[in-house]
């Protein structure tokens, strides 16, 4: 896997002060898409356990609120393979501290995929920002995210419901 940036002081993506890393590489090319250049899965650098110990060392702060997976798209099947044992050790290590991630997929879709990558991404992060970038539906009003088919999924009532529940941040401005 790939990546093409690490925000330490993100406060557009998810709540608070938090650490975001935007991933390389996407297949779903949504119209005016913000982040183009990751669509390239061999853009930007490879992602290393050095990589991984970075982004733990700036999430050591008090005020970072937690971490953000972007990208490109965080659940193409080799970004899985690379997020994985970052959300498993940020999970270990800052329990109390969430982790969204953002996804061009639906949660449905996400469901239906039978890697085991998959369930066990959705089984630790806290927040799912799914659904693809729609032009025609942009509003820059929208709380962390673009388009209002997007949803902010709210994970942990999700997987004890077992429907989908939207966070109370699915919401905008006015
Ligand atoms: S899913 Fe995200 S990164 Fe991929 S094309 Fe759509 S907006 Fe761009």
Partial sequence: MNYMKIKKTDVSNGPGVRVSIFVSGCHHHCKNCFNQEAWNFKSGTPFTDDTIEEIINAMNHEYIAGL??????????????????????????????????????????LKEMEYEETKEILNLIDILVDGKFVEELKDPNLYFRGS?????IDMNKTRKSKKIILSEKNTRRN
Avoid: C, H, M
Avoid at 93 to 109: H, N, Q, R
Avoid at 148 to 152: D, E, F
């Fill in 68 to 109: 953000s997976l972007l990208g490109g798209e965080p659940f193409e099947l080799i970004n899985q393979k690379g997020l994985l044992p970052l959300i498993k050790k940020v999970k270990e290590v800052y329990p109390d501290k969430t982790i969204w991630a953002y996804s061009g997929f639906l949660y449905e879709e």
């Fill in 148 to 152: 209002s088919n997007q949803r902010i």
